[in-house]
């Protein structure tokens, strides 16, 4: 009953809070009128949100150079390119505000990029019809780590103490601590700035690897952001190779995938259904992209934890 008040009083505060400076809102705004002029938005961004915006929506789009807000409309749509902006609006956000000494900002982007590497081979093999959701997922996924060290700092260090000290996962701490996780409390706040559902559910969901996925569209996105996230749990961060770098490394596992599965995929569609055939695929596709990573990334040790963020 107690953690029950407890998550409450969390979900309320983080409600609460004001996530964002004034001077973006009118950006957010912006973003909500379909008539807007995008020029004036660009106008309106500061020059370390529209530098932010610029290279997550390249790292999005590999081999499609995004120059500008004007020019990200015309090549990646207006519902593309408002989710990127709106993510790159709350990274800076939290980037002016977290304590870096706290938190390790640099590992938590070679988390999210590495995520994104992955889990866009994941959707490739399997035909996934919105690889750029995949990215954003991937890039907000941990967002609530931000939340935490940023508004509940205290709690932030006990979260980390017992991670050192117990040598607990992120999860089990944060729902020791708070009675809530970081990935529950991401999604809390990217609700309230109308992130689409499937893409809160995504993040919210991304490292309940118990959790049996209920039917409904989402369902690939939610299932192919959790097992990249566990497939990348079991390697040590690539800190000297940019994303773009594994990209290309993963070009023949991704080949190679799509050669393996496009027929079984239609096969299984009409012999089990398309979402049966989807789960056993994609165990298959991880499995694949696990082995060709192993030939150029490290993997953690026996008991080595996760890419967790530390102190």
């Known amino acids: 009953m107690q953690d029950l008040i407890q998550k409450e009083e ?7 809070l004001p996530l964002v400076d004034v001077a973006v809102f009118d950006v957010i705004a912006m973003l909500d009128d379909p008539d807007t002029n995008f020029e004036r938005i660009s106008k309106n961004l500061s020059p370390d949100v529209a530098s932010r915006f610029l290279e997550m929506a390249n790292s999005a789009y590999y081999g499609r150079e995004v120059r500008s807000i004007g020019y ?22 939290f980037i002016k505000h977290v304590d870096f000494k706290r938190f390790n900002f640099e590992k938590f982007q070679q988390q999210a990029h590495f995520c994104g590497v992955v889990s866009r081979a994941l959707g490739e093999i399997l035909g996934y019809e919105k690889p750029e959701d995949l990215f954003t997922v991937a890039i907000l996924q941990n967002i609530g780590k931000l939340v935490l060290a940023t508004h509940f700092q205290a709690e932030f260090d006990e ?8 040598g607990v996962s992120s999860r089990e701490a944060e729902h020791r601590v708070l009675g809530i996780g970081h990935a529950e409390i991401g999604a809390l706040v990217l609700k309230k700035f109308k992130i689409p559902e499937d893409i809160c559910n995504a993040v919210k969901y991304h490292d309940a690897f118990e959790r049996v996925t209920p ?8 299932f192919i952001a959790r097992e990249a996230s566990r497939i990348v749990g079991k390697f040590r961060l690539p800190e000297e190779m940019e994303p773009q770098e594994m990209n290309e490394r993963l070009k023949g596992t991704v080949s190679e995938g799509r050669r393996r599965y496009q027929k079984r995929i239609e096969e299984g569609m009409q012999e089990k259904g398309y979402r049966e055939t989807f789960v056993e695929l994609l165990a298959e596709a991880s499995a694949l992209i696990y082995r060709d990573l192993k030939l150029f990334v490290n993997e953690r040790a026996a008991g080595e934890t996760g890419p967790e963020n530390p102190t």
């Open 72 to 93: 990200a409309v015309r090549v990646l749509g207006f519902t593309q390119m408002k989710k990127i902006l709106t993510s790159s609006l709350l990274m800076s956000h």
């Open 10 to 16: 969390i979900e309320k505060k983080i409600q609460e």
């Open 159 to 166: 979260i980390n103490r017992l991670k050192i000290s117990e």
């Open 215 to 222: 039917e409904g569209p989402s369902y690939q996105l939610e």
